[in-house]
């Protein structure tokens, strides 16, 4: 049972199925959504079922999907071989035949991606005040434990020799390895490090930040991309294995390290040059012939292939052209679906050669507080097929006490996500940030 993805709802008791395709119940608030949108049983050719109160009978599945512009209430049974991400899957009493069927041709793989993982200032100081390291990551943990693999953007450095900055506003983040716990603790599997304050920083650390922080990584045997000792090993994929299916990761900095998009806040953009070199330490940086080259090389090896770019315009919430054009190139490269990250709040994706490019998750674990944008997040629900991506969520974490995340309740996930589809539509609409 599917309906558009703009019903901030997963999944209904089994005895509100018939009722909702008979048009018996007339809104979704009904049934548990957190906002009012009237009901529009559907019917697709081949699939219809007895009782069903057709707006209109669809001749298949895309036609159900394009419908959606106009019919957000929609809702039908489509035949599990044809679902993908473009709709949202209800499940029916807890089950959700979607994420637990794979086969041995396509077998079932879940991926998720949360946000900036920001390890300084107030991050760092509750994590000592309550002499508890995991502390942050606690609220999160068995939600996030339950996915075969999940990423995050480690947006600092971990260092035991680094001094904390005296300023309590600084930009310079840091905090203990000890904090490598706590994402083992939450189930994450690796970190990108391609990011605007691995290397870049108020203190005059140069590039010790950044190799403590690999160093420390390394000792916990704790994977990470994105950044490395030399411009080869932050050009490298990281690569692992779920349920026979292999699956890369590419991280590239297009903040400190873009190498082709002039500086300027506006197009969010650092002079600043926090790439790595042959034989320097540093950043994976935003070259788009270099990145397509490694998305081309990565799928050769990788059943899926994942990158995942930090850049954008702080607190903006659409990306800017140059990284829409570079997502949809890595598309066309062979990336099997596209992640970007950097602005502290949430934007929108869009559906490119049929394959989602999702923008920025916003933050995770960071102690901006002064609104609601920068102080909640998105954990991206990702369910794959084989290679193909047939689920699209997003989860909703509001940040709590400067440091700690959790999952929203019904109404701040509704209040999210519409902050999403405008940003969606908006990119649709031919709007840049």
């Given amino acids: 049972m599917v309906s558009s993805p703009r019903v901030p709802l997963f999944g209904i008791g089994a005895e509100q199925m018939q009722p909702l395709l008979a048009g018996e119940i007339k809104d979704w608030r009904e049934v548990g959504a957190a906002m009012s949108l009237p009901v529009e049983p559907m019917a697709i050719e081949g699939s219809e079922m007895e009782g069903t109160a057709r707006a209109s009978t669809l001749p298949d599945y895309d036609a159900f999907v394009s419908g959606l512009v106009d019919h957000p209430g929609a809702v039908t049974v489509a035949p599990l071989e044809a679902i993908d991400f473009r709709v949202n899957v209800l499940s029916l009493d807890g089950h959700d035949l979607l994420r637990s069927t794979g086969t041995g041709a396509e077998p079932l793989v879940r991926i998720a991606f949360v946000g900036d993982i920001v390890p300084g200032r107030n991050v760092h100081y509750k994590m000592v005040e309550y002499n508890d390291f995991q502390r942050p990551f606690r609220e999160i943990a068995a939600h996030l434990s339950a996915y075969d693999l999940t990423i995050a953007n480690l947006e600092g450095n971990l260092s035991a020799s680094l001094p904390q900055p005296a300023d309590a506003n600084t930009y310079s983040f840091v905090s203990d390895p000890a904090m490598i716990?706590?994402?083992?603790?939450?189930?994450?599997?690796?970190?990108?490090?391609?990011?605007?304050?691995?290397?870049?920083?108020?203190e005059g650390w140069g590039t010790q930040g950044l190799t403590d922080t690999m160093d420390a990584l390394d000792a916990a045997d704790f994977p990470f991309f994105g950044a490395g000792r030399n411009l080869a090993e932050a050009r490298r994929a990281w690569t692992t294995e779920i349920n026979g299916m292999r699956i890369a990761l590419i991280g590239v900095d297009a903040v400190t390290s873009n190498y082709e998009v002039e500086p300027g806040a506006e197009r969010g953009v650092v002079n600043f040059d926090a790439g790595a070199g042959e034989e320097s330490p540093g950043n994976n940086p935003w070259v788009t012939s270099q990145f397509l080259d490694?998305?081309?090389?990565?799928?050769?090896?990788?059943?899926?292939?994942?990158?995942?770019?930090?850049g954008g315009v702080e607190y903006v919430a659409i990306p800017p052209k140059w990284l829409v054009d570079g997502a949809r190139a890595a598309i066309n490269a062979g990336a099997t679906l596209v992640v970007t990250n950097h602005p502290h709040v949430i934007q929108g994706m869009e559906v490119y050669q049929d394959r989602p490019i999702v923008y920025s998750p916003g933050n995770f674990i960071f102690d901006q507080m002064f609104s609601v944008e920068v102080r909640s997040g998105m954990v991206l629900d990702l369910t794959l097929r084989g290679d193909r991506v047939v689920g699209l969520r997003?989860?909703?974490?509001?940040?709590?006490d400067f440091h700690q995340p959790r999952l929203m309740t019904d109404g701040e996930q509704a209040g999210l996500m519409d902050r999403f589809w405008r940003s969606t539509d908006r990119l649709a609409g031919g709007e840049y940030g």
């Fill in 181 to 202: 716990d706590g994402f083992k603790l939450a189930g994450i599997d690796a970190v990108t490090l391609a990011n605007n304050h691995s290397v870049f920083n108020e």
């Fill in 394 to 400: 997003c989860h909703g974490v509001e940040i709590m």
């Fill in 294 to 310: 490694d998305i081309a090389a990565a799928k050769q090896d990788a059943d899926i292939v994942i990158p995942y770019f930090h």
